[in-house]
């Protein structure tokens, strides 16, 4: 190992203890990191710097990060520990003064659209309140809570689309793209393919259904029962035969393969779509679904009730759908108390007024925060899957400046991503909010205007792959104070 002694704030601590108010890490290996050893400062912005593939994510993530949680983890118990997404353990030899982390990466939400912008962020929950305490019911109707004014609920989701905003049914035509195919030739396209659809198939030849003529050809009441009825029968199954031979079998009361128990196209469509936990099977039976807005809400995935309540006029969903700079715009005046009062804000109690305008300025609080951060293009009810990674990643970052947390690591990937130049200084102004609140920032990053801000740098190559997972680190001023910490 080779170190240059002119800077004494990078030297190592004796007795193989890091130094108060230093990350120190010896013989980080992971994926092509060269037994790295190195110290870093805590309550500082240190950036992560290098040439991609030259090992900084497996410094910053692949190391420190997995190492923070896993620590966390250990703490917490065998049950919850499997609620969580764990990074494997990392090939490190000893970290300590490593703090709690939490990681803001450059990855999509899962896929579901009920991750949402206001979800993420949080400002939905505030918003419900602001409904439910502050907004103009209708004369006779009951107050409602916050959770009335959520599609996620069950108080708050429309009944008939339960809160998805779509209708989705299933047809002939739908589930039959191709109906020049016989049944044994898969013109049932909805239904599952491999063995499933085989049993399916085999059940339908032991029913005495016609599986060797086109689909078009079959009598509509065979066509009808095959796709939608609810009836499961189950029957004796003679894998490999004929239907004559099947027929045979079933005359002679041979002993079947198996019992099988049939589902119709329609059901086994519906259901799985309702109840997978695979995202390609939703995906794959999603084909075959014909989907329309949903006639009672009008996709607006609540009920009725919720929807009837309305804020400076608009229903919630109406306002969730509004650019979040539009959205701010609106709620100004209520948190400055200049809003012109309705009739009934005129007989709320100054209590209600009072809560009317907190809620209202801490929504104007966390969103100018967002619009710092160049979003105030988004609105709230946008799906997380439909956000670009650095759109994610700053909707994150915004979440965390408004969160009061202290004594954290925040890990970054290239927050800068897809940010345009000018609003590069806003993105600085919220890490170092985050950083006067008493927490340390590692940021993976290539731009340069974030690295001039670094109180710290670690950069790692030379170059990529075999050639890198070295690394040189110290002071940011001028990169006068440089260590190499191989």
């Given at each position: 190992?080779?170190r240059k002694t002119e800077d ?179 013109a049932v396209a909805a239904w ?190 946008r799906s997380t899957p439909t ?100």
């Amino acid at each position: 190992m080779r170190r240059k002694t002119e800077d004494n704030a990078s030297k190592p601590a004796q007795g193989g203890q890091s130094r108060p108010g230093y990350v120190r890490v010896r013989g980080a290996r992971e994926h092509n990191l060269k037994n790295v050893d190195l110290e870093i400062p805590r309550d500082a912005l240190v950036v992560f710097t290098g040439v991609s593939g030259s090992g900084k994510s497996s410094l910053a993530f692949g190391t420190l990060y997995a190492e923070a949680q896993r620590r966390y983890l250990e703490s917490v118990s065998p049950y919850a520990r499997r609620l969580f997404h764990q990074m494997p353990v990392p090939e490190v030899d000893e970290i300590d003064g490593l703090p709690p982390a939490v990681a803001l990466q450059q990855q999509r939400g899962s896929p579901t659209t009920r991750s949402s912008v206001g979800s993420v962020s949080t400002l939905s929950n505030s918003l419900r309140m602001l409904y439910s305490r502050a907004g103009d019911y209708p004369p006779g109707q009951e107050l409602l809570y916050a959770e009335s004014f959520s599609p996620n609920t069950p108080e708050g989701a429309c009944p008939e689309c339960s809160g998805l905003g779509r209708v989705y049914e299933v047809t002939e035509q739908s589930m039959v793209p191709d109906d020049t195919l016989t049944i044994r030739e898969r013109a049932v396209a909805a239904w599952p393919p491999a063995w499933h659809g085989q049993n399916l198939r085999d059940i339908l030849v032991t029913m005495g259904f016609d599986v060797d003529t086109p689909w078009r050809e079959l009598p509509k009441k065979d066509r009808d029962w095959i796709l939608f009825t609810d009836e499961t029968p189950t029957v004796p199954v003679y894998a490999g035969l004929t239907p004559e031979e099947t027929k045979q079998a079933l005359k002679r009361k041979d002993t079947p393969s198996y019992q099988g128990t049939f589902t119709g196209a329609k059901r086994y469509v519906l259901q799985t779509f309702a109840n997978t936990e695979s995202a390609s099977m939703k995906k794959r039976v999603a084909r075959y679904m014909v989907s329309a807005e949903c006639p009672l809400c009008r996709g607006k995935r609540l009920r009725q009730e919720a929807l009837s309540v309305t804020f400076a006029g608009v229903d919630i969903a109406d306002i969730s759908r509004m650019p979040l700079a539009r959205l701010h715009a609106l709620l100004l005046p209520y948190a400055s108390g200049e809003a012109p009062k309705n009739v009934r804000q005129a007989k709320l109690h100054p209590e209600q007024l009072i809560v009317t305008r907190r809620i209202a300025e801490d929504l104007v609080a966390r969103l100018e925060v967002l619009l710092a951060l160049g979003l105030g293009y988004l609105a709230l009810e946008r799906s997380t899957p439909t956000l670009s990674p650095g759109e994610l990643q700053r909707l994150r970052l915004a979440t965390q400046v408004r969160s009061n947390l202290f004594g954290v690591v925040y890990v970054l990937d290239e927050p800068s991503a897809g940010l345009h130049p000018a609003d590069t200084e806003a993105l600085l102004t919220a890490l170092d909010q985050l950083k006067a609140s008493g927490n340390s920032l590692f940021v993976v990053e290539h731009a340069l205007d974030v690295i001039r801000r670094a109180d710290w740098i670690v950069d790692v190559g030379p170059a990529a792959g075999e050639r890198g997972g070295e690394g040189e680190q110290g002071k940011a001023a001028g990169n006068r104070h440089r260590s190499d910490s191989r």
